[in-house]
């Protein structure tokens, strides 16, 4: 399967516990999307990268929040101690510049 | 004012029946815009992209409106696996986020 993957699928922490998720893109993608969906809502934009180059990060995210793509590749979302509205479902999606976006199958965030 | 505004729904329509869906966007100048289909606890995929003229794929069709800045989605002959909810999303040049509708959500009945 060359579709966009997301590691880990599950995650549930403790209040307050840093997390880290994981988002591989399809090879020759050079945009790489974050976006948050909870219950009854359309996908949150969180952050954006073109290759390696964050170009815009929503306000909507705290200074708690931090997304990397060192080498234009993969990408990491970090979020640090953990509030129990971070609970939500984390969705990467990459695309090649302005084509459609191709979304992974997201990892589900419980903050218990 | 939200930047994609859809009706949420729920649209509980018969099987064979025909339902569209419309949504608006504020921004004049987004220039790409797609539908996307998200089944329950999955990620949302791709059904069809946009195009200002217009465009039908089997028995899905999409318009566009610019001058309303309004996108619409019709589905003819309903079937039970079109059950789902719909997203709109639009993409505006010079600030590339993909910006999501709530979505509508379709129950197709037997």
């Known amino acids: 399967d060359t579709g966009v993957s997301q590691n880990p699928r599950h995650k549930i922490t403790k209040r307050g516990q840093n997390v880290t998720f994981r988002c591989d893109p399809i090879?020759?993608?050079?945009?790489l999307y974050w976006y948050r969906q909870t219950l009854g809502q359309g996908p949150e934009f969180l952050t954006y990268?073109?290759?390696?180059?964050?170009?815009?990060k929503s306000r909507l995210l705290s200074d708690r929040f931090s997304a990397e793509r060192p080498k234009g590749s993969f990408s990491t979302l970090e979020i640090q101690r953990t509030e129990q509205g971070d609970s939500a479902m984390y969705l990467c999606?990459?695309?090649?510049?302005?084509?459609?976006?191709?979304f992974g199958q997201g990892t589900r965030l419980t903050v218990v | 004012r939200k930047e994609v505004e859809q009706d949420p729904g729920p649209f509980n329509v018969p099987e064979g029946a025909t339902v569209a869906f419309n949504c608006t966007y504020s921004?004049?100048?987004?220039?790409?815009f797609f539908w996307y289909r998200q089944d329950c606890r999955k990620e949302p995929k791709l059904l069809m992209s946009?195009?200002?003229s217009g465009n039908e794929d089997g028995r899905f069709t999409a318009q566009l409106n610019r001058a309303s800045q309004y996108i619409s989605l019709l589905i003819r002959d309903s079937k039970l696996s079109d059950s789902a909810t719909y997203l709109c999303?639009?993409?505006?040049?010079?600030?590339?986020?993909?910006?999501f509708g709530t979505g509508t959500r379709l129950t197709i009945i037997p």
């Open positions: 999606a990459s695309s090649f510049s302005r084509t459609e976006a191709f």
């Open positions: 090879s020759e993608h050079n945009r």
């Open positions: 990268f073109q290759n390696e180059a964050q170009l815009e």
């Open positions: 921004n004049s100048a987004s220039q790409s």
């Open positions: 946009v195009y200002s």
């Open positions: 999303v639009v993409n505006n040049f010079g600030n590339e986020k993909l910006t």
